[in-house]
Structures are given as C-alpha cells and as structure tokens.
C-alpha cells in the first residue's frame, strides 16, 4: 500500500478544525451575536492558516487558536468601542431602545447561568471562561491572554466570587437561602 505524505492543508486541518465547535462557542459566547462569533472564528482560522507555518507540531493546537481567538477578541471590541461612540453621539434617544429586564425563570437553566457569567466584567469573564469552561491549565490560560500567571489566579478566584454571588440571587429568586459566601445554608 502506498501513503501519501501529508499535506499542509491536511495537516492544517487535521490540527485545526478538529476545535471549530469549541472556538465558535467561546466567541459567540464573548460576541454576543451569532454572525460576529462566525466572523471572528472565520478571522482566526485565516489567522491560523497564514501563520500555520510557524506552528509546532506537537504542540497544544487548541491553546494556540484560543490565543488568536482573543487577539482577534480585542481587536473586536476596540471597533465596537468606537463605533459605540458614533452612536451615542448620533442618536442620543438610542438609549430608550435598550430592551427591558426578563421576568425570572420559573426553573433553573442553563441560561441562568450563562446570564451570571455573561454579567462578569469581561477581564474576569475571560479567565473563567477558558479555565472552568473550555479546562485549560493556568499556564495555558496565561498565554492565551498574555498575562501573568498571578493575575490569572486572581481573576479566577476573584470572577468564581462574583458568579457565585451572582448566582446566589438567582437561587434567592427559587427560595433558597444562601449564606453570604453564595452557599447554601
């Protein structure tokens, strides 16, 4: 039998594609909107394939399209930034459009929890996010976003506090009491 030798395209995707779902969930998640999540991931894997050639193979794949994820991310929302700016300046009565607060759930779901978690300031979001949700280690956590491994561990514990809280009144809302720590009693 004959084997061909692997391609850079095949190799591409066998590295690569394998973590579209994982990627697209984490942007649309950060996005907000399911058509910029698909721009985003859309703009990391040609981001990837530009600079495939400098990946190692046998290296963590998925910690390195999850760093131009966030790259990408940040570039993102510098744009949203200013054209937010625009807005606000063009049309002031913008504000009045914002839709109203949802009535409670009667159930605890999945949504309640993504609501806490959309709700964390996005510095702590994002630690959280890549550590408790998508399970990368500290370290990789740290490169990802190019911080220090002591802010990543901070932001954590510090995001993990804030959702717990968040969470706590969500379970007050079912009638159940929680300490001040966002345990139950």
């Not at 061909?4 to 990627?23: K, M, S």
């Not at 950060?30 to 698909?38: C, K, S």
């Not at 408790?132 to 976003?145: G, P």
């Amino acid at each position: 039998m004959f084997s061909r030798p692997l391609t850079r395209v095949d190799d591409f995707e066998a590295a690569a594609l394998p973590h579209l779902a994982a990627l697209y969930r984490t942007a649309k998640f950060l996005a907000f909107v399911p058509a910029e999540a698909e721009d985003l991931v859309q703009e990391v894997y040609l981001e990837a394939w530009k600079s495939f050639h400098r990946f190692e193979p046998g290296t963590n794949c998925r910690a390195w399209l999850f760093r131009i994820l966030f790259h990408r991310l940040h570039h993102y929302r510098r744009r949203q930034l200013k054209l937010s700016k625009v807005e606000s300046f063009a049309d002031p009565a913008a504000a009045d459009a914002l839709p109203a607060a949802q009535a409670v759930p009667q159930d605890l779901r999945d949504e309640d929890i993504l609501q806490a978690l959309a709700r964390l300031p996005h510095d702590f979001r994002e630690v959280v996010l890549l550590a408790d949700v998508q399970e990368f280690s500290y370290k990789e956590v740290a490169e990802t976003l190019s911080i220090p491994l002591g802010t990543v561990m901070s932001r954590l514990s510090r995001g993990r506090k804030l959702l717990r809280q968040q969470l706590a009144e969500v379970a007050r809302s079912y009638g159940i009491r929680v300490g001040d720590e966002g345990g139950p009693l």
